[in-house]
């Protein structure tokens, strides 16, 4: 099962947030979700369980749990939604379309 943990501190490491789960059972993987340009934690993290009735366990027991003074919130995750928008999921294509661009302005 695959769980989502959210209010974590800044301070929280991926080595961290295993630990709060090993005591349930196998934690198969813990990763604590960074900012992709600071490399700083974004507050929320993914552990996965592969025992599905320990990960519900371990959901009951820590969700609201306080890990240095916040109140973490911990969930089954769900599986991450489509963007919006048309082609390339959602992101933007400046290919220019239909029109022709040249150096020549005049």
């Known amino acids: 099962m695959n769980i989502y943990v959210s209010n974590l501190s800044f301070n929280v490491t991926d080595d961290d947030l295993r630990g709060f789960f090993e005591s349930y059972g196998d934690v198969t993987s813990a990763k604590v979700i960074n900012d992709k340009f600071t490399g700083r934690s974004r507050g929320f993290g993914f552990v996965e369980m592969s025992d599905d009735e320990?990960?519900?366990?371990?959901?009951?027991?820590?969700?609201?749990g306080m890990v240095e003074g916040r109140a973490i919130k911990v969930t089954e995750a769900k599986p991450r939604e489509e963007r919006a928008?048309?082609?390339?999921g959602?992101?933007?294509?400046?290919?220019?379309?239909?029109?022709?661009?040249?150096?020549n302005r005049y």
């Open 54 to 64: 320990a990960a519900k366990t371990a959901i009951s027991e820590l969700d609201g």
């Open 85 to 88: 928008g048309g082609n390339n």
């Open 90 to 103: 959602g992101r933007r294509s400046f290919s220019g379309g239909n029109r022709s661009f040249s150096n």
